[in-house]
C-alpha cells in the first residue's frame, strides 16, 4: 500500500486530501513555496477548465520529480491552443508542440536525444487530449509504449474534441451529445456499444506503468506522476478531466462532476505495472449515474420533461460493471 | 577509398560517416537497404553515439526526427512514395519549424495504381513543403549529397531531401569512392541547433501564430531558401576542394558551349541523356544537357543564364501534374518567361512508374522537338493502340470497369495474340 492509501483525512465535503493535517513530507507539490508552476497563469482556458487544472498539477508534479530537468511535448488541442497565445506563453520549462496525432512520438524523439547528447538525466513527457491520443495519435501512442521508449504520455481525457467546438471522439460516453452526435433523431446523443478506454490497452501494452486519475483527487494524481516518474521507459496515465464547456456544465461543478464519474464507477481508478493491475481506488458508497448525468447538458434529452430515457439504466449497467470488473466497492467494515 | 558496392549501402556508410545521433528506420521499396545499411552500422558500433529507432509508420519516423532534432540531436530517416506522402504532415511541420533534418528519399512513383518502381511523383507531391531538395544523377553523388545536406541543413536551419532514383540508384551495383571519416568530419562540423529544448534555458516551441505574424514567418522561409543559392554553390565548391570531385550545386552543364537545343532534366536519367547527346553532336547537331541538382530552391537565375542563348528548351520530367502537365516544365516555364528572346519549351514526361527511358526514345524526341514540335506534354513511348482501345471501350458501357485493370487485360490480350498464330486461333 502506498503512502497516499493511509491517509484518510478527507475534508468535508470533498475527497481532496487536508494538506494542513498531513505531515510537511506527505503535502501535495502545489501546496508547497516551490512548486514550479511550470503551467503559469494567464493562459485562456475556460473558467473551471478540468484540463488546466490537471495540467497544472501533473506536470509540477514531474517538474518536482525530475529536479525540473523536463521537457514536455504537446499535441494540438484546448491545452496546447490556450496556453501558448504567443508571444505569451504559459510554459515555464522547455516545450513543444508538433502536430496532433504525434507527439508520443515526437517525445521519443527527444528521449532519444537527451541519450546521445550526454543528458541522461534530463526526462520527458508527452501530453495530450483523449481525441489526439486516443484517435488521431493512437498509432504513435502504441508504438511508443511497445518499444518501452523513456516517456511519460498524460492525457488529459475530456471524453471529445473541445478544441475544435465539442466532437464526438472515441473516449465520448454513450448518449453524451456532441457537435457530431446530436440530441436530436430517433437515437439521441452518442451510441451504446463504440468506444475505447485506452488505460486498457495501455495496460495490454505491458509497459511499466499505467494509471488513471482524476482532477477530484489531487493528491493522488501528484502522487501517480510521482510515482511513474520514478519509472523508466512507456508510462501512460489518463486523468479525467472535466469540461464546462463542452460538457455543458456549471464551472463551479468540475471537481463536483470530476468525483461523481468516480463514486459513481463510469470512471475507473486504478494503477497497473507491467501488464497487472496493482491498485484500486475503491469508492465508499456507489451514487447512482443520474446524480453525474443531471448536472450536465450533454445528457439533458435523458430527462426531457421530467421522464427519465431508459438508457440512463444502459448507463447504471456500465458503471455496474465497472464497479465489479475493477473492485471498485470498498468492502463493508468487518466482512472477510 | 574506392568499393564496388550497391548505391543503398554506400548511402549508409557515408550517412554513417555524417554522424546522425538518431536515425528513424520504417520499411519502404526502395529506400529500405539504407536504413537497414545503418542498422547494421549501428549494430556493429561502426557508428557510435546513434539511436535507431524502428518505428511504427512513416508519420511517426519523421515525427520522432522532428523531437529528436529540437532538442539537440542530428536526425535522419529515408522514405519513398507513399511512405512520405504518409508523414506528409510531419514533412510540413519539419520545414515550418525550421529543423535540419537530411531525409533520402528513394524515388518512387504514388498509386493508385501501386507501382513500386521509379519516377519523381513523391518529391513532387512535397516540393512545395519547405525542404530544400536535391536531386543525384549518379550514385557517386547521392552518397555524396548527404555530407553537403547536412551541412546545408544545419547552416540554414532548414531540412533537407536527397532525392535517389530508386532501384535505377538505389539498388545497382557501382564503383564508389566512400570518404575516410577525417574527411567528412573536417567538412561537416558537430550539430550546433540555433533552438533546442534544454531545462537550462527554457523555450515555447511550436506556439500558434495568427495572422499578425504567420505572413512574416513564411517570408523568412522563403527568404531563407531565395538567399541560399551562394551557399549551395559554395558548399559544392568546398567539396571538391576537400573530396577532388564534383557534386552538389544547383545545376551542372553538360555540352553547353554555343548550343541551340538544350535538355534539362533531373537525376541518374541525365546518364542516359549525356549519351543520347553525345551520339547527336557527333551528328553535327547542336545539342547541350542542364542536369539540374537543386530544385528546392528553385534555382531561377542559374537557369536563366544557362538557357539565355537556347533556341528550344527540352524538358524532361519523371512526373505528371494530370491537371497540369510536367512540374518542372511549369517552373521552367516561369524561368524562361523573363529572358529577352524566351527559348521554345518543350515538356516530355518519361519514365513513369518505372518505364525504362531508352537512347532510341531520346533521340527520336529530341529531334522531333527540333523539326515537329508538339503542343503541351509529350509522353515518351506512350501506347497510343491501348489508350485507345481503353477510350472506345468506356464509350459503349457505363460500367466500364477500374482502368488500371481494363488497360492490363489489353496488354494480356495483345501478347496472347502475338503469341498465338492467327490461323490456330479459334
Ligand atoms: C491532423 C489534424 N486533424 C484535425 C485537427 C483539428 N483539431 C485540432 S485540436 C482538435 C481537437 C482536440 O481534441 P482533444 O485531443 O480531445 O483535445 P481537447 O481540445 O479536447 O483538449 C482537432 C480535431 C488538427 N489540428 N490536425
Ligand atoms: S473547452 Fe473545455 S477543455 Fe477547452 S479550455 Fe474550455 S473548459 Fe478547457
Ligand atoms: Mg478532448
Known amino acids: 500500500m502506498n503512502e497516499m492509501q493511509k491517509l484518510k483525512f478527507y475534508q468535508k465535503g470533498t475527497l481532496t486530501v487536508g494538506n494542513r493535517l498531513v505531515d510537511e513530507a506527505s503535502r501535495n507539490v502545489q501546496a508547497s513555496l516551490d512548486r514550479s508552476n511550470s503551467l503559469t497563469c494567464g493562459h485562456r482556458a475556460c473558467q473551471g477548465c478540468g484540463e488546466a487544472l490537471g495540467a497544472r498539477y501533473a506536470i509540477d508534479a514531474a517538474m518536482r520529480a525530475s529536479n525540473r530537468n523536463l521537457i514536455a511535448v504537446n499535441a494540438t488541442g484546448c491545452l496546447e491552443v490556450f496556453t501558448t497565445p504567443y508571444p505569451e506563453t504559459s510554459w515555464q520549462m522547455p516545450w513543444m508542440h508538433s502536430l496532433f496525432g504525434n507527439a508520443a512520438a515526437v ?30 495519435g493512437f498509432g504513435c501512442l502504441s508504438g511508443m509504449f511497445e518499444r518501452n521508449d523513456d516517456v ?25 451529445r456532441t457537435a457530431t452526435t446530436p440530441p436530436l433523431g430517433k437515437e439521441t446523443g452518442n451510441v451504446f456499444g463504440t468506444g475505447k478506454f485506452v488505460p486498457k490497452i495501455a495496460v495490454a501494452h505491458e509497459i511499466p506503468y499505467v494509471a488513471t486519475a482524476s482532477v477530484a483527487d489531487l493528491h493522488d494524481l501528484e502522487a501517480k506522476i510521482t510515482k511513474a516518474m520514478s519509472m523508466h521507459g512507456a508510462r501512460y496515465i489518463q486523468i479525467n478531466v472535466p469540461c464546462p464547456l463542452g460538457w455543458g456544465a456549471a464551472s463551479h461543478d ?76 470498498e468492502p463493508v467494515a468487518g466482512a472477510a | 577509398m574506392l568499393e564496388q558496392i550497391e548505391g543503398s549501402k554506400a548511402m549508409a556508410k557515408v550517412i554513417g560517416l555524417c554522424r546522425p545521433q538518431v536515425v528513424c528506420a520504417y520499411p519502404i521499396t526502395p529506400q529500405t537497404h539504407i536504413v537497414e545499411g545503418l542498422g547494421e552500422l549501428v549494430r556493429t558500433g561502426d557508428v557510435q553515439n546513434c539511436e535507431f529507432i524502428n518505428v511504427e509508420s512513416e508519420f511517426a519516423a519523421l515525427s520522432v526526427a522532428i523531437g529528436a532534432s529540437a532538442a539537440g540531436a542530428r536526425a535522419y530517416t529515408a522514405t519513398a512514395s507513399q511512405g512520405l506522402l504518409f ?61 553537403i545536406a547536412f551541412r546545408l541543413a544545419e547552416q540554414l536551419s532548414v531540412p533537407v531531401m536527397v532525392c535517389v532514383d530508386g532501384f535505377i540508384l538505389t539498388h545497382a551495383m557501382e564503383r564508389i569512392d566512400i570518404p575516410d571519416q577525417a574527411m567528412v568530419d ?49 558548399l559544392s565548391r568546398e567539396f571538391k576542394r576537400e573530396f577532388g570531385r564534383e557534386s552538389g550545386g544547383l545545376l551542372r552543364n553538360y555540352e553547353m558551349a554555343d548550343v541551340e537545343t538544350v535538355v534539362v532534366a533531373m537525376g541518374s536519367v541525365n546518364g542516359t541523356i549525356k549519351d543520347v547527346i553525345d551520339e547527336m553532336r557527333s551528328e553535327g547537331l547542336s545539342i547541350g544537357l542542364v542536369s539540374l541538382v537543386t530544385f528546392r530552391p528553385f534555382p531561377t537565375r542559374a537557369l536563366q543564364q544557362a ?54 526514345a531520346l533521340h527520336r524526341v529530341f529531334r522531333q522537338a527540333m523539326i515537329q514540335p508538339w503542343e503541351g506534354s509529350h509522353f515518351l513511348d506512350l501506347n497510343d493502340r491501348v489508350i485507345a482501345r481503353e477510350i472506345h471501350r468506356r464509350g459503349k458501357a457505363r460500367r466500364s470497369g477500374p482502368a488500371a485493370e481494363n488497360i492490363l487485360k489489353i496488354l494480356e490480350s495483345e501478347r496472347e495474340a502475338a503469341i498465338i498464330p492467327t490461323e490456330t486461333r479459334p
Not at chain 2, 528513394?106 to 512535397?126: E, K, T, V, Y
Open chain 1, 152 to 176: 511519460l504520455y498524460i492525457c488529459y481525457d475530456n471524453e471529445g474534441y473541445m478544441n475544435t467546438g465539442v466532437q464526438r471522439s472515441s473516449a465520448t460516453p454513450p448518449t453524451a
Open chain 2, 186 to 234: 573536417k567538412y561537416l562540423p558537430p550539430y550546433e541547433p540555433v533552438q533546442v529544448l534544454d531545462p537550462e534555458d527554457p523555450i515555447s516551441i511550436g506556439a500558434m501564430v495568427g495572422p499578425d505574424a504567420f505572413t512574416e514567418v513564411r517570408y523568412l522561409q522563403y527568404y531563407k531558401q531565395q538567399t541560399s543559392f551562394r551557399l549551395i554553390e559554395e
Open chain 2, 307 to 360: 538557357l539565355t542563348q537556347a533556341k528550344d528548351v527540352i524538358v524532361i520530367d519523371k512526373s505528371l501534374d494530370t491537371g497540369m502537365g510536367g512540374p518542372l516544365a511549369s517552373n521552367i516555364a516561369l524561368a524562361l518567361r523573363d529572358l529577352a528572346h524566351a527559348p521554345k519549351m518543350h515538356s516530355v514526361i518519361v519514365g513513369l512508374g518505372g518505364r525504362p527511358v531508352t537512347k532510341a
Open chain 2, 87 to 147: 508523414m506528409a504532415e510531419a514533412v510540413y511541420n519539419a520545414a515550418g519549424l525550421g529543423l535540419p533534418i537530411v531525409m533520402t528519399l528513394g524515388n518512387r512513383a504514388i498509386g493508385a495504381p501501386i507501382n513500386i518502381w521509379n519516377d519523381h511523383s513523391d518529391a513532387m507531391a512535397l516540393r512545395e513543403s519547405g525542404w530544400l531538395q536535391l536531386f543525384a544523377e549518379t550514385n557517386q553523388e547521392a552518397a555524396d549529397l548527404h555530407i
Open chain 1, 254 to 329: 468540475t471537481i463536483r462532476l470530476a468525483r461523481l464519474a468516480i463514486e459513481t464507477g463510469l470512471f475507473p481508478i486504478f494503477e497497473a505495472e507491467h501488464g497487472r493491475i496493482t491498485h484500486v481506488r475503491k469508492i465508499r458508497s456507489q451514487v447512482p449515474v443520474v446524480e453525474y448525468l443531471k448536472l450536465q447538458r450533454r445528457f439533458a434529452h435523458l430527462f426531457k420533461g421530467g421522464v427519465e430515457d431508459p438508457r440512463v439504466a444502459r448507463m447504471q449497467a456500465i458503471a455496474d460493471r465497472h464497479i465489479a470488473e475493477y473492485g471498485l466497492l
Open chain 1, 107 to 136: 517525445a521519443t524523439g527527444v528521449a532519444a536525444a537527451m541519450r546521445v547528447t550526454g543528458k541522461p538525466a534530463t526526462r520527458v513527457v508527452a501530453q495530450g487530449g483523449d481525441g489526439g491520443t486516443t484517435d488521431i
